[in-house]
Structures are given as structure tokens and as C-alpha cells.
């Protein structure tokens, strides 16, 4: 979920470097207080060789931060790291599908028995230009109870919490079912192609013989307090990603004559105010229909009333409950395709007639639709010759992956051990990841969370790609840990 909030704070950014300080050296010596927590460490805490499990994850997490990686610049936090692996016997490699866009990929040996399990987290970052941030975006900032960085939840923790999963991995030489391969991946936010792209396509041994992958993209939902697990959930869809571009011809000129026949930009204005009055068709596929009872619990009526009938009535939407969940933008987005024009361009000058008005429409595509029917739609609806509508660039559409099965199966297991009144049930993302590449590339691609963290938090604009994106603290080596007990699970 992307929310912006503003902040008038700024001022208290250089203040908050030198706390940034104080709190690391704060948060070296509370590393060993996660011990306790640790239950399955099999060295009594009393005189540890190695750091526990989420004091590991959490000093990996830090030194990832720290690396800017929202221009690519991979390679330089992936470095660092291959010490690590090959203190515990392990050796890594580092694939650069261009210079500085380092893919990092190690693999633990299991009996064969099964076909490999993957885990996957991506290195790259959005960008924080002109985002309103109230400490510095690329460094550790620990303060009222939260770990601020950008990437903190997107996607890094989850890559600390994979990075010593293997280390602990390593070093506990459990039997194993199957191999346990780790891919940190670069140019996530850009598509895949410099990522996990370029591994399936020209490195495809290193990964291609994963049966399951763990990615990003399922979530550890806390409540308001940010006291207990609420829910679990397991990505096991997500929307497509097309855009289309809109473009009307002209005959160019001078503006001081305007046309009196054929204006390009009122004719395109007029296809795209189309576009955004007009609603796709809503239903309710059987990945979302767990998330809307269980969204039921955090909505106050008439949006908890309408969710609930929802749920009940899936796949159809009935028209008054229709028209309540599509007042809320995510709700909206989760029961059908949506299309928002974010782009226009016309004339590069002001006294001079456009020769070609131009918009980019990003439609967001439910996984049971395809983009040929998407564009047969924005066709009918703009009902215009003039107006050529075309798909712009291609980002593959990846199938959905079981509901059911062994990923389902052992995040229930360790759900219920760990945090018995929570729920476990699937959800499709709205937004893409990696996972329609590993989909594409007939892995079983879910998405499942290390970090915790609560919806309101979400709405607070403190997410994935917001401005002072931020992570309960006390929640990170929980969910390095449950991210942990699941790939145990999974190996058996
Ligand atoms: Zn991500």
C-alpha cells in the first residue's frame, strides 16, 4: 500500500542524525536482549560463538539501509555479505547483470528429496526525491519504538531476516529435504529484469530449479497497539501491471488559430475523463475473499456490514455493497481491474498546436483477466476512433499460485504455535513483485512477511515507498524468527 503523508518536520532532520548515532551504539548492546527469544538456538546463551538469529538479522538489517540503493548500486550492499556466508563454509556469488546491479546467490545443499526451496528479497529501493522525511532515509534511525529507514519494509528486512535464516541455516546442519537457495535480488522496483529477470533467463541453474519461493508480498498483520499478530497472511495472487498509451493525432500550427474541427488534447480529455468515471466489472476471486471478512474486523459500519456481505456473496458483488467498497481506494482495487491516467503530454511549447495529445492509462489487472480484454474495454469505453489506444511496454502477467499446500500448510503450523489467535488465509497484492517472474518460470511463488506490522501504521503513510517508512522494532526478530520456523517447516 502506497500512502503519502506530509510532514513539516524537516527541521529536525540534522537533530535526529546525531540521535542516530547515539542509538547505534545503544542498539549494539541490546543486540544480545534478543537472545532470550530465540528459543530453538541450540548454544546456551551463557558463552555464544555467534550472535543470536534476530540480533544477526537486525545488524544485517542496518548495514543494508545504509547502502543507497534506489539508483541501482545492488553490488555495493551485496558485497559485504559474502564474508559472512563464507565464515559459516558457505560460498556466494555475486551476478551483475550490468555494472553495480549485483544479483547475490547461495545455496545449501539438502538430500534431494524434494525439489529446492527459494527464498527471494530484492536489494533495490524506491527513490526519495522531494519526499518529506524526517531522518536521514539511508542509516538506521531507532526512535519511539519504530526502525525508520527507506527499504526498512520493502524489501530489506525481509532480505536481513533471509540473509541469517541461511547463516543459522549453516551453522545448525539440520537434515534437509531440499536444497535452500538464497537470491538478493537488484531492479526490483523497475520491473525484475536486472534481478531475478536476468537469473531466470541467463543463469537459470543457479534458481530454476526452486519447486517453491518465498517472496515478498504476504504480511504479519498486528493489531492498532502493535501488541499482537492478528492475522497472517499468504500472497498467493496479485494484479498485472499494463500500461496504455492514448494518443490523438493533430495537424500542428499556430495556437493564435486554433483548430475548429479537430482539437487533439479536448478529444483526448474527453477519452480519459471516460476512463475515469467508468468502473470495471467487480467480483471477488477466491484469493480475496478471506481478506475482505477478516478486513471486516478492523471497519467501522457501514464498510464492515458491506465487507461481510461481500465475503458471503463472493465471486458476485452486489450492487449496494458495490457501491460502499469502491468509496475506499483499497477495497476498490481488490474486487476489480482499475485504470488511472498518470501521465499527459501535448505541445512542447505554449503558442504552438499540439501535433499528437498524448495520455498513459496504468490499469492494474485482476489475475483472471488478461490485457487484451482490458484493451477491448478502454476501446468500447472511449467509443472514438480518433483516439488509438495501444499497450505500452509489457510487463508479463504471471498465473496465481495454489491456495492450498505445503506453503499454506506450515505457515498455519508455525502461525499456530507462535501466535495462536490469529488468522491465516490468502491475499492478492494489488501491486506487483518478483513472484510473476518465478510464476512464469513454473516456480510456486507466495508471499509471506518477516515484518510485522499493523494496517494503521499502512495508512499513516509509514509503508512500503512512503516517506518515513518505518517498522516496529520489537516485532523484528519475531519475524525473522516466524519467517525462520517456516522454512524449517519447509525443509523437513
Ligand atoms: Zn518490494
Known amino acids: 500500500m502506497v500512502v503519502h503523508v506530509e510532514s513539516s518536520d524537516l527541521q529536525r532532520y540534522g537533530e535526529l542524525q546525531v540521535t542516530h548515532r547515539i542509538y547505534a551504539f545503544a542498539l549494539a548492546s541490546l543486540a544480545g536482549c534478543a537472545l532470550r527469544h530465540d528459543a530453538a538456538q541450540p548454544i546456551s546463551s551463557t558463552h555464544l560463538p555467534f550472535p543470536s538469529l534476530p540480533a544477526e538479522a537486525r545488524e544485517i538489517l542496518n548495514q543494508l539501509v545504509a547502502v543507497d540503493t534506489s539508483h541501482g548500486n545492488e553490488s555495493e550492499a551485496l558485497r559485504p555479505l559474502a564474508a559472512r556466508f563464507a565464515a559459516v563454509g558457505l560460498a556466494s556469488e555475486i551476478i551483475e547483470s550490468s555494472p553495480g546491479r549485483g544479483n547475490l546467490v547461495v545455496?545449501?545443499?539438502?538430500?534431494?528429496?524434494?525439489?529446492?526451496?527459494?527464498?527471494?528479497?530484492?536489494?533495490d529501493v524506491v527513490p526519495v526525491d522531494?519526499?518529506?522525511?524526517?531522518?536521514?532515509?539511508?542509516?538506521?534511525?531507532?526512535?519511539?519504538?519504530?526502525?525508520?529507514?527507506?527499504?526498512?519494509?520493502?524489501?530489506?528486512?525481509?532480505g536481513a531476516a533471509c540473509i541469517a535464516i541461511m547463516i543459522d541455516a549453516a551453522r545448525n546442519k539440520t537434515p534437509r529435504s531440499r536444497d535452500l537457495i538464497l537470491a538478493l535480488t537488484?531492479?526490483?522496483?523497475?520491473?525484475?529484469?536486472?534481478?531475478?529477470?536476468?537469473?531466470?533467463?541467463?543463469?537459470?541453474?543457479?534458481?530454476g530449479d526452486a519447486e517453491?519461493?518465498?517472496?515478498?508480498?504476504?504480511?504479519?498483520?498486528?493489531?492498532?497497539?502493535?501488541?499482537k499478530v492478528q492475522a497472517v497472511t499468504i500472497g498467493t495472487a496479485e494484479k498485472s501491471y499494463q500500461s496504455f498509451r492514448f494518443s490523438v493525432k493533430g495537424k500542428g500550427g499556430h495556437s493564435s488559430l486554433p483548430p475548429t474541427d479537430h482539437d487533439p488534447a479536448a478529444i483526448l480529455a474527453r477519452a480519459i475523463v471516460k476512463i475515469a468515471d467508468h468502473r470495471f466489472r467487480a467480483h471477488v476471486l477466491s484469493d480475496v475473499g478471506e481478506s475482505l471478512r477478516q478486513a471486516a474486523g478492523f471497519e467501522t459500519p457501514p464498510m464492515s456490514a458491506a465487507l461481510l456481505r461481500v465475503a458471503g456473496s463472493a465471486p458476485t458483488?452486489?450492487?449496494?455493497?458495490?457501491?460502499?467498497?469502491s468509496r475506499d481506494r483499497m477495497y476498490n482495487a481488490l474486487i476489480r481491474t482499475t485504470c488511472v491516467t498518470t501521465m499527459l503530454k501535448g505541445s512542447p511549447k505554449d503558442n504552438v498546436l499540439p501535433t499528437?495529445?498524448?495520455a498513459t492509462v496504468n490499469c492494474r489487472i485482476l489475475p483472471d483477466e488478461t490485457r487484451d480484454e482490458t484493451q477491448q474495454v478502454l476501446i468500447k469505453v472511449v467509443d472514438d476512433a480518433r483516439v488509438e489506444i495501444a499497450p505500452d511496454g509489457d510487463l508479463h502477467v504471471g498465473p496465481s499460485s495454489p491456495i492450498d499446500g505445503d506453503v499454506r500448510r506450515a505457515v498455519e503450523k508455525v502461525t499456530h504455535t507462535k501466535w495462536p489467535a490469529a488468522a491465516v488465509y490468502p491475499s492478492m497484492g494489488t501491486g506487483a513483485t518478483d513472484s510473476r517472474h518465478l510464476r512464469n518460470a513454473g516456480i510456486l511463488a507466495y508471499g509471506i512477511s518477516a515484518a510485522a506490522t499493523s494496517i494503521a501504521e499502512g495508512r499513516r503513510g509509514h509503508g512500503a515507498h512512503g516517506p518515513d517508512e518505518r517498522l516496529?522494532?520489537?516485532?523484528?526478530?519475531?519475524?525473522a524468527l516466524f519467517l525462520r520456523d517456516v522454512v524449517v517447516e519447509l525443509t523437513k
Open 130 to 158: 522531494g519526499q518529506p522525511w524526517t531522518v536521514p532515509p539511508f542509516a538506521a534511525t531507532e526512535k519511539d519504538g519504530f526502525l525508520w529507514a527507506r527499504g526498512v519494509s520493502d524489501d530489506k528486512a525481509m
Open 107 to 123: 545455496r545449501i545443499k539438502g538430500d534431494g528429496s524434494k525439489r529446492p526451496l527459494l527464498l527471494l528479497a530484492h536489494i
Open 186 to 207: 537488484a531492479g526490483e522496483e523497475t520491473g525484475g529484469d536486472a534481478g531475478i529477470g536476468h537469473l531466470l533467463s541467463k543463469h537459470k541453474s543457479l534458481v
Open 356 to 358: 499528437s495529445a498524448e
Open 212 to 227: 517453491i519461493a518465498l517472496n515478498e508480498g504476504g504480511g504479519i498483520l498486528l493489531d492498532e497497539a502493535l501488541a
Open 472 to 479: 516496529p522494532t520489537k516485532w523484528l526478530g519475531e519475524g
Open 317 to 325: 458483488v452486489h450492487e449496494g455493497d458495490e457501491a460502499v467498497l
